[in-house]
């Protein structure tokens, strides 16, 4: 397992990171999902779970280009997104102009307490270290409405490597946490959600991924 410097950088790594990459990333994942039959029926069943409430909106927090936050869309989900990059914020816009993309961190979500009616995460906590995952988990439930759902898609392990490379060759400099199915249940159990299903799996979205289903509490705490 790789050493991981400094923490308090790696928003400032992941936002430069992704500004590099944007362009070359968006064009190599945009058809991802369609390989991915597992993702595709857990992204289905969750705005399946979300139209069931009653509907309402529902943030891609990570979204980068935007390819999750338009499969969703495509379900009948209200769906929008929030990523750390502008520049893949951009190019989300660019791709996909009748949808909503906003610049935001998942430290810090700008968005009222309550108001969601469910929140993905698609391997969009992976660049989060482990001192600050209870802290965006809580921000998490602070913004979700009582019952709703949230989705995790994850790598699966037990370390962090550093990557300086990637999407084309481009340089960038981040760290990528894989974590046991069991931590993240865990860590969702202290920050207020039940988990309703976890499973893994081998797809072209990971080598070796998690899928995590949860619902948020009532009576949660809020920040």
Sequence with gaps: ????????????????????????????LRHLLDEAPQERAALERFAGGVRARGGGPVADVGCGAGRITAYLHEQGVDAFGVDLSPRMVDVARRDHPHLRFDVGSMTDLDLADTSMAGLVAWYSLIHVPDEDIAAVLTHFARVLRPGAPLLLAFHVGNAA??????????????????????????WLDDAGFTTETLHTLSSPESTLGGLLLARRRPGTPRT
Aim: hydrophobic letters at 30%.
């Design 1 to 28: 397992m790789d050493s991981e410097p400094n923490t308090g950088t790696w928003l400032d790594e992941a936002r430069t990171s992704y500004d590099t990459v944007a362009l070359d990333y968006a064009d190599r």
């Design 161 to 186: 490597q550093l990557k300086t490379t990637g999407y084309g060759g481009h340089p960038m400099h981040l760290y990528v946490h894989r974590r046991p199915p069991a931590r993240m249940a865990a």
